[in-house]
């Protein structure tokens, strides 16, 4: 059994496989730029989303560093106070005499209650006032 095949010119065979291999390169390259230009989209997506998280960490850093830094004075100031105490309830110097307020009694708490049309608290405001 011998197959014969038709005749096919090998000048046009070898300008088909060139062309059909240029359409393989092509369509190739195309799937290729396609395909690098989503690996773009998504790596200017995740980097974007990394650059809002890193603002979000530091926003959080910024603000524990002040709720920290508030609670370690307050801690400091509340551990000098508790010292203070110690030293003075050791050495006997806790318990001094009350203080006398610093100027005297208004006038106004002297005279007691307003009444409407009291002359003696109308003199005494007169007399106040000069």
């Known amino acids: 059994m011998n197959f014969h095949s038709p005749r096919i010119d090998p000048l046009r065979l070898a300008s088909a496989t060139i062309q059909a291999v240029d359409r393989i390169g092509e369509a190739a390259a195309e799937e290729i730029n396609e395909a690098a230009d989503e690996i773009v989209r ?3 997506e995740i ?6 998280l890193a603002a979000a960490i530091k926003g959080h850093s910024k603000l524990a560093h002040e709720h920290i830094s ?10 000098a106070g508790i010292r203070n105490l110690q030293q003075g309830i ?5 318990a001094q005499e009350p203080k006398a307020p610093p100027e ?12 409407l049309g009291d002359l003696n608290l109308q003199r005494s405001i007169r007399d106040h006032d000069e």
């Open 47 to 52: 980097a974007a989303k990394l650059r809002e």
């Open 70 to 79: 508030m609670f370690c004075d307050k801690a400091t100031s509340m551990l």
């Open 104 to 115: 005297e009694i208004p006038l106004f708490l002297k005279s007691g209650p307003a009444v």
């Open 42 to 44: 998504g790596a200017d």
């Open 90 to 94: 050791g050495t006997g110097t806790l």
